[in-house]
């Protein structure tokens, strides 16, 4: 009986672990819904990498990169996850509505979109602050990319100018994916 509790106090810390100690242990609503999802359930075991992004910006090209490697990738185990954000020069001015709409019929983006949040400094959501805290930087435009593993935790984050399919940004990826 001691050795039966020992163990299932053992799987249960490590599951507290995977998702309580996780940066994924966030709760979000998916893009013009009201369905909620907790990223660390959602997610669990996964390779991610998050990106705020906006329908209005110079980068917002990189919708068809993203979605290509999450198509590309996504047996293998990485899901893009898209966070709009209207913080740089408004250029994400539109409703959830809008904004899925427009990636969906100019980029035919399936990969996972979040409600709009704020990921600036001073005013990040939360999971943004824990994003930033870790990488020890906050986005600084649209597009900024952070990678995280499996284990919940960050791999590395990449600057907007980084383009989907940038030699060190699939490197990552696909080391962190094993491949």
Known sequence: MR???GLSTLLLASVAFS???SLLDQDFRR????EVVNLGEAYAGKVILV???ASKCGN?????????????YQDDGLVV???????????EPGTEEDIQEFCRLTY???????????????DAHPFFD??????GTYPTWNFHKYLIGRDGRLIAEFSPRTKPYDDRLVSSIESALEL
Not at 31 to 34: H, Q
Not at 60 to 72: A, H, R, S
Not at 108 to 122: A, D, L
């Open 51 to 53: 990106v705020n992004t």
């Open 3 to 5: 050795t039966f509790f």
């Open 81 to 91: 996850l898209g966070f709009p954000s209207n913080d740089f020069f408004g250029q």
């Open 108 to 122: 035919g983006v399936r990969f996972p979109m979040f409600e709009k949040v704020t990921v600036k400094e001073g």
């Open 60 to 72: 917002t090209p990189q919708y068809d990169g993203l979605e290509k490697l999450y198509e590309e």
């Open 130 to 135: 824990a994003l930033a805290a870790a990488a």
């Open 19 to 21: 998702y309580g100690d």
């Open 31 to 34: 893009l013009a819904s009201d």
